[in-house]
């Protein structure tokens, strides 16, 4: 009976124990000792670092007034020239008060729809996003160029070709 009065104490402080010493454990980085706390620390700080492409692009597809503060004004456009016979390309700049809402959400099923087909992909560069949207046999072609300024996302130009 003293013997099993002396396992249960004994396997609870055993516990008690090894429970405490795993919350202090050491992690190492770059040749310097961490704690849990400062790693989890510096990895928060470095995913807030830099603002995540995918998360802005929902958001500006979405939020206007989001997408109004993430557009540097007067933005540059080049656009087909409908007074030109050819359509030939010619440079605008916008103000505010010319935009209009741009979503630039996308569904792999606009691949498949009846009309207006287009892939759009994301090519990324060093502080750069395009967007590139191509129409599959309809004539629509446009780029927008994202750059990364103080660690957040604008839409600085755009190349819009489609006809």
């Given at each position: 009976m003293k013997t099993t009065s002396l396992i249960f104490p004994s396997l609870f402080i055993f516990l008690f124990i090894s429970c405490s010493q795993g919350s202090g454990e050491k992690?190492?980085?770059?040749?310097?000792?961490?704690?849990?706390e400062e790693v989890f620390r510096s990895d928060e700080l470095t995913a807030s670092d830099k603002e995540e492409f995918d998360e802005f692009i929902r958001r500006f597809s979405t939020d206007e007034s989001f997408q109004f503060e993430r557009i540097k004004f007067p933005i540059s456009v080049v656009v087909p020239d409908t007074d030109h016979e050819g359509m030939a390309p010619m440079k605008e700049s916008l103000d505010k008060y010319d935009w209009e809402m741009l979503d630039l959400s996308y569904d792999s099923t606009y691949l498949t729809r009846p009309y207006d087909q287009y892939s759009q992909e994301v090519r990324f560069k060093k502080d750069?996003?395009?967007?590139e949207i191509r129409g599959i046999d309809n004539g629509i072609y446009a780029d927008y160029y994202f750059a990364m300024i103080d660690k957040k996302w604008y839409l600085v130009t755009l190349y819009e070709a489609s006809f």
């Open positions: 992690k190492m980085e770059q040749g310097r000792e961490k704690t849990e750069t996003a395009i967007v």
